[in-house]
């Protein structure tokens, strides 16, 4: 069964690379724009993985890791979170809201592949 | 019948008897064996409080009063028992300053200062005279009534007899005489006179004696006993009276009073602290004189009661004076010679006072009086003199001579008009005057030289006007219209009734008056008063005496050069050479020299000479004196700081320790203000940083993505790779844009930027900006329409920086109008002194809230054209810098949904940019 990937970032050209590179593994890929769009994909349809920027529009990716988090029915997805801003506070903060993974921008295309297949069991 | 010569060459007798002691006492002195180092002897001495105002006024008080005579040895009495502690504390004060007398003590504690040393000096005169005056007046009255036993006649008024036939003159005179030969035979450096001492012990014996002879004669002589007497006593209601404290306020009043006087007095009756302090051989004497003192003040006062009573019981219808009692009695009984023996005891206590009191105050007038005149005065060239050793002792041979003649003189005027007891205590309340000075000098840091001497001034006035002029109102020298009627007819100027008090008796209420004003004053000065480096150092010296003569002989605030070749000069022109020479070598040999010319010329013996020198002439003439062959060098900052240290300054101290700590607390909350501030600086600047990190990590991270992409996959489609190079491309530009303008802005804020500043015209400017957007608005079709007044004149800037302005301002109106349908307007106008453009869109507009915030750096107002706002954040924080740098302001104004104006000042040419410029 293909794996679904919900992308949630506002820089466009950051949203088409990632896309890209989903895609090219052979997942399949949801974007959202803001964190409320991400909130709204997820309700639509669970992914089994979220790739989660944390300066976000509307809701910042901590929030909505945290709702997701917050649901039970969620339990199961994975969530790993993409930020420019690579303080360690940061990383502890979103690992204590339940990320699963934290990666800094900009990231070596290889780890984040090889990051998103672990979690997803498929290594 | 006595016959005068009889009586006169008894007391001629009994005078060269003293006499001889006292030339016993001088020569066992000089020859190191002292007859008066023995506490007995000191404590007899001491005895001289007691004068004719015991031997016969006692008895004359007992006999109006009652018990009342009984405070004036109450007092001293109990005072006996606090000697140990303020009076060890005097001598022990005055031996390591080589004090004097009163005088030199109270002007060597604030800063030996001379109007201190003169007044004291002035007040104990004018105190001291009265009470001289009744010596004189009860000797001349027992000699009159000795002169006609056995008849009991009372002697004429004094103003009464011719001059040459008073008794009194030739007593004062002989007295005079006495006293000279007694006090100035020679001038000691220690001011000290043993040969007197033994003469005054002996006294005290021989009063003693000749009043327990009268008391043991009256009370079994003539009575058979005391009980036989008081009994007597219980049979005449008159008498009864007496045996009890009248129970009224005023009479508890004057018994506090005159027990409080007489505490005084006993320590500051200059002939009190004449034998007390300076003449003190041992200040260990003082243990045994606490009680023996106060035990002979007991024996003398035994009989007192059996005489009076004894004398009411004998001559009851009141023609004979009660002052006279004890000299009466035995002449009513027939015992010639118990009178004639009554008669010396008597002149006995009148010489022992008249000699030691006249000693002293002669001492005071000479060196705290006359020699600080004198040495002022230039044109007596006494600075150059070279032996003045002889004119000390005129001096004082004059001042005694004087004071005798003062008292004299009194004596002839008010004598009549007192009662014994009641010229006594005038005198007591004089002297009571010095409590204040001293008490508070030797315990109180803070008393300064102002406060002492406007307590003295102050109370001494108040004594003046309460006591002293209605005591010669009394006497008729004045009219008796103020005493009734006060001042200027103030009745509460009345000086017996001041500001309307009364109930007091005239004593209690003068006290009452003159403390209150020497006190007040003294305090309240003192703590206004800054005291000076002299005072502080003195005042050390004396509070902290028995810390300080423990080591060395005291502590000395002084520094200096001088040589011992001046030095001992000046000496012997005091002391005279011989004395001055076995003196300094005296003190070279302690010091382990062979001869005084090997003495090290320190301070130390500055101090030394400067002492040596004040027993001569006092401590404020000495300090002179000394002054004139040494170099005294101001105290430098670490002498100052040892004074300080040495606590004498701590009160001061301590206030400016609580201002300091004031301005510390101030500092401190100013400096956490600071603190605070610098806290949100680096918050700021840390935000700051991390926002820039996440602005260059954003395009990096397409770039890198991409570059991956393109490197791990050669298969990509032509197409795709084409659209992913042109993002790299696009990032790229957008970092290089980012990182200019960080650099742009800090730069701006670090003040580091370059200015080309020149008159621009800002026509141009605008003109050139809309030429180089004119492509963004050709591509999203949007209008550009220009409003540009014809006439603007220049303004002082950088016209690049103009230009980013403008760019950045048109850029952004493009950015956030819908395509086609947007409208963008230029204006240019000149207002109040200023040009102002405006830059006009009919786009999106801006929230309230994005308002404030757009200036801030890296703040974008999310759109909704696209996505994510193109730009840094940066475009308009650097433009409202460039703007706010040539003295102008940039603003926005906006609705939701109705566009937004971006709008900018700049001052016209020559108003504001120069100044601007000028500070940059």
């Known amino acids: 069964m293909t794996k679904r990937i919900l992308i949630v970032d506002d820089e466009p050209n950051i949203v088409v690379s990632l896309e890209f590179l989903m895609k090219r593994e052979g997942y399949e890929v949801a974007v959202a724009g803001d964190g409320e769009a991400a909130l709204r994909a997820v309700e639509e349809r669970m992914p089994d993985l979220v790739l989660l920027d944390i300066m976000l529009p509307k809701k910042n990716g901590f929030e909505v890791c945290q709702t997701l988090r917050a649901n039970p029915q969620w339990q199961s997805m994975k969530i790993v979170m993409l930020t420019a801003k690579g303080r360690d506070t940061e990383v502890a903060k979103g690992t204590a809201l339940g990320a699963d993974a934290y990666m800094t921008k900009p990231f070596s295309t290889k780890d984040l592949i090889a990051q998103v297949r672990q979690l997803l069991g498929l290594s | 019948m006595l016959q005068g010569w009889v009586i006169a060459s008894v007391s001629f007798a009994y005078l060269g008897v003293l006499f001889a002691i006292a030339y016993y006492g001088d020569k066992r002195a000089d020859a ?16 001289v409080y007691c004068t004719t105002w015991t031997f016969y006024g006692s008895v004359g008080r007992a006999a109006s009063t009652g018990i009342g005579f009984l405070p004036i040895y109450l007092g001293p009495t109990l005072m006996a028992g606090l000697w140990w502690f303020v009076m060890l504390k005097i001598i022990r004060i005055s031996k390591a300053n080589r004090i004097t007398s009163i005088a030199d003590f109270v002007s060597s504690r604030y800063g030996k200062s001379q109007l201190l040393g003169g007044l004291v000096t002035v007040i104990a005169v004018i105190g001291i005279i009265p009470y001289i005056s009744l010596q004189l007046k009860a000797v001349s009255n027992s000699f009159t009534i000795l002169l006609h036993y056995p008849d009991i006649v009372m002697p004429a ?11 009194a003159l030739y007593i004062a005179m002989i007295l005079a005489a006495f006293t000279i030969l007694f006090g100035t035979r020679h001038l000691d450096a220690t001011e000290r006179h043993e040969g007197m001492v033994a003469a005054i012990a002996f006294e005290s014996v021989v009063k003693l004696l000749a009043f327990l002879a009268v008391g043991i004669f009256v009370t079994y002589g003539i009575f058979s006993g005391f009980g036989d007497i008081f009994s007597r006593v219980e049979s005449v209601p008159k008498l009864k009276s007496l045996m009890t404290v009248a129970d009224t306020g005023a009479s508890y009043g004057s018994w506090w009073s005159l027990t409080f006087l007489s505490m005084l007095s006993i320590m500051f009756l200059p002939r009190q602290f004449q ?3 300076v003449e003190n051989v041992n200040e260990r004497h003082l243990a045994r004189a606490t009680w023996l003192f106060p035990l002979y003040l007991l024996i003398i006062n035994i009989f007192v009661l059996p005489i009076a009573v004894g004398g009411l019981l004998h001559f009851p219808d009141g023609n004979v004076d009660a002052d006279t009692f004890v000299l009466t009695l035995p002449m009513v009984e027939r015992q010639e010679v118990l009178a004639l023996f009554v008669f010396i005891g008597g002149l006995s206590a009148a010489t022992g006072m008249v000699i030691v009191e006249t000693i002293a105050l002669s001492t005071m007038v000479c060196n705290d009086l006359v020699m600080p005149v004198l040495l002022r005065w230039k044109s007596l060239r006494l600075q150059e003199q070279q032996d003045l050793s002889g004119l000390l002792l005129s001096i004082r041979r004059w001042a ?14 008010a004598g009549e008009a007192y009662a014994l007891v009641g010229i006594g205590l005038i005198s007591f309340a004089a002297v009571a005057q010095f409590a204040p000075a001293i008490i508070g000098g030797i315990y109180w840091k803070n008393g300064t030289r102002q ?14 006007y309460t006591l002293l002029l209605p005591s010669f109102a009394k006497s008729g020298w004045l009219s008796l219209d103020f005493i009734k009627e006060g001042l200027f007819g103030m009745a509460l100027l009345r ?11 005239e004593i209690s209420h003068s006290l009452f008056w003159s403390m209150l004003a020497n006190i007040g004053c003294y305090v309240v000065i003192s703590l206004r008063v800054q005291p000076s480096v002299a005072e502080t150092g003195q005042g050390t010296l004396f509070v902290d005496v028995f810390k300080r003569t423990a080591g060395t002989e005291g502590s000395r605030f002084w520094r200096g050069s001088a040589q011992v070749q001046e030095l001992l000069p000046l000496i012997s022109r005091f002391l005279g050479p011989e004395r001055a020479r076995a003196a300094f070598l005296a003190y070279a040999r302690r010091r382990g020299l062979a001869s005084a010319d090997a003495l090290e010329a320190n301070p130390d013996l500055v101090h030394f000479a400067e002492n040596l020198l004040a027993g001569a002439i006092g401590g404020a003439s000495a300090r002179v004196m000394v002054a004139s062959v040494v170099k005294e060098e101001p105290l430098g900052i670490d002498e100052v700081m040892n004074i300080l240290d040495e606590a004498s300054q701590v009160r001061a101290y301590s206030r400016q320790i609580e201002q300091k700590s004031h301005e510390l607390e101030k500092a401190t909350s100013e400096l956490r203000a600071a603190n605070e501030r610098l806290k949100e600086l680096d918050r700021m600047k840390d935000d700051f940083m991390s926002t820039v990190t996440h602005e260059l990590r954003t395009p990096l991270t397409s770039i890198r993505a991409f570059s991956e992409i393109l490197r791990d996959d050669p298969k990509i489609d032509l197409l795709e790779r084409k659209k992913f190079l042109a993002i790299i491309v696009r990032e790229a530009e957008r970092l290089t844009r980012l990182i200019n303008q960080v650099l742009d802005l800090a730069k701006i804020e670090s003040g580091n930027a370059e200015w080309h500043t020149a008159d621009i015209d800002l026509h141009e400017v605008i003109e050139e900006s809309a030429a180089a957007t004119s492509s963004l ?16 004149p220049t303004v002082r800037a950088d016209r690049d920086r103009l230009i980013q302005v403008m760019l950045n301002l048109l850029s952004n109106a493009v950015k956030f109008c819908e395509a086609e349908r947007g409208r963008v307007r230029v204006a240019l106008s000149v207002e109040g002194g200023e040009v102002r453009v405006d830059v006009e869109d009919n786009g999106t507009g801006i929230s309230e809230a994005d308002q404030r915030t757009i200036f801030e750096k890296f703040r974008q107002v999310g759109d909704t054209m696209t996505a994510k706002p193109q730009g840094t954040g940066l475009g308009l924080p650097i433009s409202r810098q460039i703007i706010e740098h040539f003295g102008g302001r940039l603003w926005v104004s906006s609705d939701l949904g109705k566009g937004a104006t971006f709008s900018f000042t700049l001052p016209l040419n020559g108003s504001g940019a120069e100044r601007r410029e000028e500070r940059t």
Do not use: E
């Open chain 2, 32 to 47: 190191g064996r002292s007859l008066i180092d023995n506490p007995t002897i000191y404590a007899l001495s001491l005895a």
């Open chain 2, 157 to 167: 008024k004094a103003a009464a007899q011719p001059l040459l036939q008073d008794s």
């Open chain 2, 275 to 277: 034998i007390a302090v």
């Open chain 2, 400 to 413: 005694i001579a004087l004071i005798l003649l003062l008292g004299y003189v009194y004596f002839r005027a």
């Open chain 2, 451 to 464: 406060g002492a001497v406007a307590g003295l001034l102050a109370g001494f006035a108040v004594w003046v």
């Open chain 2, 495 to 505: 000086p017996q009734q001041l500001f309307g008090l009364t109930g007091l008796d």
């Open chain 2, 777 to 792: 608005f050709s591509d999203k079709r949007i209008g550009l329409h220009m409003a540009l007044s014809g006439n603007v």
